[in-house]
């Protein structure tokens, strides 16, 4: 192998910590005691030593990471892919076969982290000795390589002759088995660089990061950044913390109250959409329906903020509150939530409306909050924000979550929903699971009109999106 | 003889002062000067200053880091598997593919799934709406399903109207919101179609109004590229994560632009963020090979979810609805589904053909999208007992 001219900076190794990673076990692959059981393979007349068979590679991978041998094949196949094993039979398809195919370990040389990015030079000596050796060697898109960089670097393509004319001589001189393994190898590490049409470039990385520095918001370390970061700390450390008990126990009630409804665990009924093809469930569980299932009705239960997000909740609470004569309440929270969200060209038009129907003095729907917050928000409304609300939108949000969040759920009106959702009965297997509703693709939401909303206030895309 | 007598001394006007002085050469940024004694000792002095004013900031930073640490390890009392021990196991998992999405000419790179819980939207190489860039890497769903945005090496996340009639030429109706130096990497819409959030190569995230394309807050802070973010589901609304090729994990308040929280554990590139349904943790996929867990109360690290024998990059993650599944797509072709609690794999998927990019549990829980490399989405579900 020619000495490579200087490699053009591609992504830097240490941002591929997978190839060190395979790199490692490779080489415990190798060890005498604990690695894959070695043994000399023949090839026609030529004994090649140390190699080992595809069965031995996934038992091995199987028995050193404990997992299945379907994950052990994939593993060594990945090892395959990537140049660090390689086929001696077949050495065209970068392949592990989990029987007697015998396969060797590719020498440092070779390997992607130590001769990356693989150089055109090197690799038109290498098409060049393949086409000297034998006519006819090379492969339909070789032979255009071939033609591609002839023309590319034909002012050295002498010495691209004399490197591949030397390079065969060479060769010649060692002993056949030496030959076969070195063949291999190198065809393997082209194989794996430049990567026949149709095969995937295992070493292809995707859009580089952090490389245009000249466009790159560059965080030398200045005092700048040394006084941001010890602000930083500053504010950390007076932060107030919670134990971590307390934290991990929440997961847990958290995940023990929401197992039930979630499909990926628990199933769903009637069926699983994506599985029966049958519709039923998003049917049934639409943002309006005239009868919610006995879980959704449930989880309006389990928090105030997932009560809000449901359109149904919403609408049912909207009517328990105008039963006690503080639904204005929600409606100005929907109010606050449109403008948080809504169009920079609308806030003073919202903050107004905002104003003259919930805040000001003998406003239609006068909300009660304290003096202060009361004070403080109109003063903010002279200079109009997505965020000139958030007090006074916190403070309600707070009021409804205390008070009446909880009698709503203790109230006839939630207890009589809980009671008459409707709970859906184990739907039989079906006793002919081939035959299948034809699959219709739903309507798209940007087709639809404009649902008309009940009684909740209309919120544009604010809140939850409706479909 | 002594050596004294080889200092050359020049008389003349100093360069700083003007006086007439004996004056001996400095260099400042190169160039030559004359200064007096005087104003050459000055100056000696202050460069001082400003290396000890360097230094001293630098171990006030690392003292306080230190602090911080070992205040925070001060209320870990318990780890996460441990208290995980009296949950149920959840058994063998049998998930199947239930549909294979081909349509794409190139690899797919982002996905996300519209509220309507059926349809989704997905970015590739070479995009069906037109654009002047090959790579998009981000693409999100409106909330009300009458848009999407999308964006990538063209700097910019550009919002399309959905529309269904054939004349119309999506491309025209084309809205350039968001304006980044670098690449776009991620964005997603707040609660509404009429903000922005966006995350870009440039190192920073920004807040944008769709409608006028105004920049309404940046988000500084981040000291390399930033390549995920995700919105916290909480009831002020107020916050969102981000991840960077720093390392780190930031936490941000969208209204005053600061950063709350920051993480830095991982030992690699971050490339994917999603908040814990209950809006208290999140979790993030790293080229490290690991997915971490962060809770925000306890302001740490509080769970890693790796393997040995799982050695490349998580590109994806995202949680089933209870939380309890983390579902991690990774750059070896393979999907891993973690127990969030027992910190155990619970399943391994294969059937993608070349790297997983992107992954999306749908909105009600009912199957989670992956899309890759190989040109394909595939919908995936199943659960505890085969169907």
Known sequence: MAAGPARPPGRPRAQMPHLRKMERVVVSMQDPDQGVKMRSQRLLVTVIPHAVTGRDVVQWLAQKFCVSEEEALHLGAVLVLHGYIYPLRDPRSLVLRPDDTPYRFQTPYFWTSTLWPAAELDYAIYLAKKNIQKQGALVDYEKECYDQLHKKISHAWDLVLMQAREQLRAAKQRRKGDRLVIACQEQTYWLVNRPPPGAPSVLEQGPERGSRTASHVHMTKSADFYKREIEYCRRALGRTRVKSSVCLEAYLSFCGQRGPHDPLVSGCLPSNPWISDDDAYWVMNAPMVAAPTKLRVERWGFSFRELLEDPMGRAQFMDFLGKEFSGENLSFWEACEELRYGAQAQVPTLVDAVYQQFLAPGAARWINIDSRTMERTLEGLRQPHHYVLDDAQLHIYTLMKKDSYPRFLKSDMYRGLLAEAGVLLDTKRRVFPFTRRPRRSSPSPALLPTPVEPTAASGPAGGNGVA | MCDQTFLVNVFGSCDKCFKQRALRPVFKKSQQLSYCSTCAEIMATEGLRENETLASLKSEAESLKGKLEEERAKLHDVELHQVAERVEALGQFVMKTRRTLKGHGNKVL???WCKDKR??????????????????????????????????????????????????????????????????SACSFTNSDMQILTASGDGTCALWDVESGQLLQSFHGHGADVLCLDLAPSETGNTFVSGGCDKKAMVWDMRSGQCVQAFETHESDINSVRYYPSGDAFASGSDDAT??????????????????????????????????LLFAGYNDYTINVWDVLKGSRVSILFGHENRVSTLRVSPDGTAFCSGSWDHTLRVRDGGRWAF
């Open chain 2, 291 to 324: 997915c971490r867990l962060y809770d925000l109360r306890a302001d740490r690290e509080v769970a890693i979810y790796s393997k040995e024998s799982i050695i490349f990059g998580a590109s994806s993650v995202d949680f089933s609805l209870s939380g309890r």
């Open chain 2, 119 to 184: 349809r989704i939207v997905s970015s590739s190489q070479e995009h069906a709406v037109t654009m002047p860039c090959t790579w998009v890497m981000a693409c999100a769903y409106a909330p009300s399903g009458c848009a999407i945005a999308c964006g990538g090496l063209d700097n910019k996340c550009s919002v399309y109207p959905l529309t269904f009639d054939k004349n119309e030429n999506m491309a025209a109706k084309k809205k350039s919101v968001a304006m980044h130096t670098n690449y776009l």
């Open chain 2, 110 to 112: 982002c996905m996300d």
